[in-house]
C-alpha cells in the first residue's frame, strides 16, 4: 500500500523478493487471515510507515532463515500474528515470533484461528476471567472473532446473549452455543432487552468488538461494579467521553486491550497458540471459513468485511488458482 483510505487503495502489485535478515525467516504464505486489524491499518487509524504490505495473520513454510536464527529451520510449518505482510506470496517474519504447526493443525486452520483464537483466550481468561453460570453478552455474536468467543464463554460454563444483524445470522451464534439471541435492528433499547432476557438484571461483562454504535448500550447492560471489554471498534472508534460514567453507572470498569500485551514474550505466544490448538483439537472450537479471495481480490474482502455481509473467517489465498479449485467444490 502506497496510501491510506478504502478499499480501492489495495491494489495488487510486483515487488523484490525480501530476504531474511539476523534473527528473521523468509516464509512462502500459504494463507493469510483477514481482520479489522488489517481494516484499522488500511484506514490509518493504526499507522504503519508507508509503503507496507497489509495483512496481520498467516501461515505457511519456511523456505529461508537468516543468520542467528534458531527457533525454526527451512521447511518448517509455521504461523504468526500481529506482522504486517502477509497478504503477499511470501513474507519476511521475526524468527522468534513464530509458532510451529502441530501436523494435525492445516495453513487455513492456522491462518483463520491464531489472532483470533488467542485474542479469545486473553479475553475470557485474562481481561475478565469468565466463570460458570457467568451471563454474558456478546456483540456481532456471528462474525468471525463473536464466533469463537461464543463457544469459548459456552465452553467454559457462561451463557451468551449474542447480538446480530439478521436472523440468518442469529441461527449461527445459536449453533455456536449462545443462549439468547438479539437481532440489534429489531428492538429499540438494546440494554433493556439484555436486562429482561437476563430476569431484568445486569450483566458482569461485556464484549464489545463494535465499538461506536454499541457502546452505550453496552455500559447499560451491565451491573454495578461489570466489566466492559472493549476489543475492537468494527463500526468506528468510540467517541471521548467523561469517566464519571463509569461511576454513574455503578462503579463500572472498561478495559480496551489489546493482543501485543498479551502475547509479549515467546513463551506466552507459545502457551496461547497451544491452548487454541487444543481447543480446535477438542471440537471446543470450530473454526468457520466462510470466504477465500485471491491477493487480487483483497480489496473485496476488506469491502465484504466492513459492509457486514460475512460470517465467519476469510482468508487470502496467494495460489489464485487453489481459491478457483476451492470455490468449484464449494459451488
Same mark, same amino acid.
Not at 481481561?127 to 454474558?136: E, F, I, L, M, S
Not at 472450537?285 to 473485496?300: I, N
Given at each position: ?57 498467516? @501461515?505457511?513454510? #519456511?523456505?529461508?532463515?537468516?543468520? &542467528?536464527?534458531?527457533?525454526?529451520? !527451512?521447511? $518448517?510449518? +509455521? *504461523? ?110 438494546? @440494554?433493556?432487552? #439484555?436486562?429482561?432476557?437476563?430476569? &431484568?438484571?445486569?450483566?458482569?461483562? !461485556?464484549? $464489545?468488538? +463494535? *465499538? ?120
Amino acid at each position: 500500500m502506497y496510501e491510506v483510505g478504502g478499499p480501492e487503495v489495495l491494489r495488487e502489485a510486483e515487488v523484490d523478493q525480501p530476504r531474511p535478515g539476523p534473527g528473521e525467516a523468509l516464509v512462502e504464505v500459504a494463507a493469510s487471515g483477514v481482520n479489522f486489524l488489517d481494516v484499522y491499518h488500511r484506514e490509518g487509524r493504526y499507522s504503519l510507515p508507508l509503503p507496507f504490505t497489509p495483512g496481520a495473520e498467516g @501461515a505457511g513454510t #519456511v523456505v529461508e532463515v537468516g543468520p &542467528g536464527v534458531a527457533d525454526v529451520a !527451512v521447511g $518448517d510449518r +509455521v *504461523g504468526w500474528v500481529e506482522i504486517p505482510g502477509t497478504y503477499a506470496e511470501r513474507a519476511v517474519v521475526d524468527s522468534s515470533r513464530l509458532v510451529p504447526l502441530p501436523d494435525d493443525i492445516g495453513f487455513e486452520t492456522a491462518a483463520a484461528v491464531l489472532l483470533q483464537g488467542m485474542t479469545a483466550h486473553y479475553l475470557v481468561k485474562d481481561a475478565y476471567p469468565v466463570q460458570g453460570g457467568d451471563t454474558v453478552l456478546v456483540h456481532a455474536a456471528a462474525g468471525g472473532m463473536g464466533l469463537l468467543l461464543t463457544q469459548l464463554i459456552t465452553h467454559l460454563g457462561g451463557r451468551v446473549i449474542g447480538t446480530t444483524s439478521t436472523t440468518a445470522k442469529a441461527e449461527l451464534a445459536k449453533r455456536a452455543g449462545a443462549a439468547e439471541v438479539i437481532l440489534s435492528s429489531a428492538v429499540d433499547d438494546l @440494554a433493556a432487552e #439484555v436486562r429482561r432476557l437476563n430476569g &431484568g438484571q445486569g450483566l458482569p461483562v !461485556v464484549f $464489545d468488538g +463494535v *465499538g461506536a454504535h454499541t457502546f452505550d448500550a453496552s455500559l447499560a447492560s451491565l451491573r454495578p461494579r461489570g466489566h466492559l471489554v472493549l476489543f475492537g471498534a468494527a463500526s468506528g472508534a468510540v467517541p471521548p467521553f467523561d469517566p464519571i460514567r463509569l461511576a454513574h453507572g455503578g462503579s463500572l470498569t472498561l478495559i480496551r486491550p489489546s493482543l501485543g500485551d498479551f502475547i509479549a514474550d515467546r513463551s506466552e505466544l507459545l502457551r496461547r497458540a497451544a491452548d487454541v490448538f487444543e481447543w480446535v483439537r477438542s471440537k471446543a472450537l470450530e473454526v468457520t471459513v466462510t470466504g477465500r479471495y485471491a491477493l487480487s481480490e483483497a480489496a473485496q474482502a476488506h469491502s465484504d468485511l466492513e459492509a457486514r455481509r460475512t460470517t465467519g473467517k476469510l482468508l487470502v489465498i496467494p495460489d489464485a488458482a487453489a481459491v478457483g479449485r476451492r470455490e468449484e467444490t464449494r459451488s
